[in-house]
């Protein structure tokens, strides 16, 4: 059976976990790597370690702030940096556009929030309401489109440990929530609990809580949603949760998927 893989990682800067990207990459090859929170400008991204390793990068980034990149074996078609609905900001760092094969791959770095109360937090909502307006504009469910990423959005319960104690986070709050439930309303099906249904399961353990993946104290926010003919071609998906325990990596681990050709 021919198969073909894609992963995501928000990495908290590219540059520092390069020694963790590659070791990964090397022992994982995927066909698709998507980043998020590159924090470099382009003239600064290391092209040359995923080059040795047979990838060609996209990317586009700023100094220490947002960065969103793909790294694929194959060239990819027609890829776009950000939103072009002519509104600002364009979010040009955290949205990446490309066609690999027939896919249309679709990576997002979505606005953590801040608070509530934050001027951010709008911004995020925003965020969320652009891109389904980007895929009202450019697709139809039956298209094969992957959205993958950092949503910043635990989308249930199941995706957050202690969840009473969340309701006002900006990853956790019912209105995001319910705004990204709108998105993926669209025609998305959630390829990581089509095949892993199941409780604690997480992609990001905060630093700032002590040992929280020993506690396994932590959220689901990244995601791996695919339309209806990539979804039923899913063989499996999951969150590498060894990377986490590595030295010196990001609070995310990577998530992975494997479809049928």
């Known amino acids: ?31 698709i790597l998507c980043l998020q929170e590159t924090k470099v400008d382009d003239t600064h ?3 040359d370690p995923f080059s040795s390793l047979g990838y060609h990068a996209y990317f586009r980034g700023e ?15 027609d890829v776009r940096f950000g939103f072009e609905d ?22 997002t770095y979505v606005p953590q929030g801040k608070s509530i109360d934050h001027p951010d937090y709008s911004m995020k ?28 959005v635990a989308p249930t319960d199941k995706d957050v440990t202690r969840p009473a104690t969340k309701k006002k986070h900006v990853c956790f709050h019912s209105a995001v929530r319910e705004t990204f439930a709108h998105v993926v309303s669209w025609g998305f099906i959630d390829v990581f ?6 409780e604690g399961e997480f992609t990001f353990w905060d630093y700032r809580v002590k040992n929280s993946l020993e506690r396994n104290i932590g959220w689901r926010v990244d995601h791996i949603l695919a339309t209806p003919p990539l979804a039923d071609v899913s ?15 990001p609070d ?10």
């Not at 100094?63 to 078609?77: H, P, Q, T, W």
């Open 252 to 261: 995310h681990t990577v998530v992975k998927a494997v479809f049928q050709e």
């Open 45 to 47: 991204f290391p092209s």
């Open 235 to 249: 063989l499996d998906c999951l969150a590498d949760r060894e990377v986490r325990a590595w030295d010196r990596p």
């Open 125 to 152: 909502l925003r965020f969320l309401e652009r891109i389904r307006q980007l895929l009202e504009e450019r697709f139809r469910p039956s298209d094969l489109l992957l959205w993958v990423g950092d949503m910043n």
């Open 63 to 77: 100094k220490s702030y947002n960065g969103a990149a793909i790294l694929s074996r194959e060239k990819l078609i």
């Open 1 to 31: 059976m021919d198969t073909w893989s894609i992963a995501t990682f928000n990495v908290n800067s590219v540059r520092t976990r390069l020694p963790v990207i590659t070791r990964w990459l090397s022992a994982h090859p995927m066909d």
């Open 86 to 107: 002519g509104e600002k900001p364009a979010a040009a760092t955290r949205l990446v556009l490309a066609r690999y094969k027939k896919i249309h791959i679709l990576n």
């Open 193 to 198: 609990r089509k095949h892993r249904p199941g």
